[in-house]
């Protein structure tokens, strides 16, 4: 599969530096002047949210579309919207192409409390190797969907979709007869995008995303069950 490297200088990549210039190091906070939404409150059924990490080099190298890791302080800060409202009852958990590694976090429940424990997840595995396969991740999802068969489970996928898995079609695939919701977020590659099923929820982080389209794209999923909330619109 060809790829032509995107750089995210919006969303990902704003002017102002929001994250660390080594793929290592967790993303700094950076700023939050854009708006989310209202979390409203929590869902009355179990529910999880599961979220997978593309670290390889297409996302994470110079001319990567995430080079400065900023997709995990977004990420962040639209937990850290829900947590304020949170419920030990609405779980989440963070997984990486890298599968098994020191990266994996939950499930754990999104309150206050329990952020700190989230937030060692949210970075580029210190053991990971950048692998550019989905399968390994996708199959460990699978594993925890399953095991929680109470809960309304989401997969969230922050990927380029630029897959080396030795057969891409049949993972895709199963990332299409995954046991819950799955949203597609994808990072600078809009073409990749078509190759995903109609069923699928997809948004495509692009040249021209503002700051704050990651969170809220995630923030989406997160408040998907739950009554009263909203997301903003981007302004």
Not at 160 to 181: R, Y
Not at 199 to 224: E, K, M, N, W, Y
Request: with cysteine; proline share 10%; charged share 20%.
């Amino acid at each position: 599969m060809r790829y032509q490297p995107l750089i995210i200088r919006s969303a990902l990549l704003p002017s102002h530096p929001l994250g660390s210039p080594t793929p290592r190091r967790p993303a700094r906070r950076g700023h939050r002047d854009y708006q989310l939404g209202h979390p409203g409150r929590p869902a009355k059924a179990p529910t999880l949210l599961i979220t997978v990490f593309d670290n390889s080099g297409s996302v994470v190298s110079p001319a990567g579309t995430d080079p400065l890791s900023n997709r995990f302080a977004e990420v962040a800060h639209a937990f850290s919207v829900v947590a304020i409202k949170g419920s030990r009852h609405e779980l989440a958990m963070v997984l990486h192409f890298d599968t098994p590694s020191s990266g994996e976090v939950g499930p754990l429940p999104i309150t206050r409390r329990s952020l700190a424990r989230l937030r060692p997840g949210l970075r580029v595995p210190a053991d990971g190797a950048g692998s550019s396969e989905l399968g390994p991740s996708l199959r460990r999802a699978n594993d925890v969907a399953e095991s929680h068969p109470d809960h309304a489970v989401t997969l969230v996928v922050l990927s380029d979709f630029a897959l080396l898995d030795p057969d891409p079609t049949q993972v895709l695939s199963d990332l299409s007869a995954f046991p819950g919701q799955v949203h597609a977020v994808v990072l600078g590659a809009r073409s990749t995008a078509g190759g995903l099923d109609k069923h699928i929820t997809t948004t495509c982080i692009q040249l021209d995303s503002r700051p704050g389209a990651v969170a809220r794209a995630l923030f989406a999923s997160l408040v998907a069950h739950r009554p009263g909330s909203h997301v903003a619109t981007e302004t």
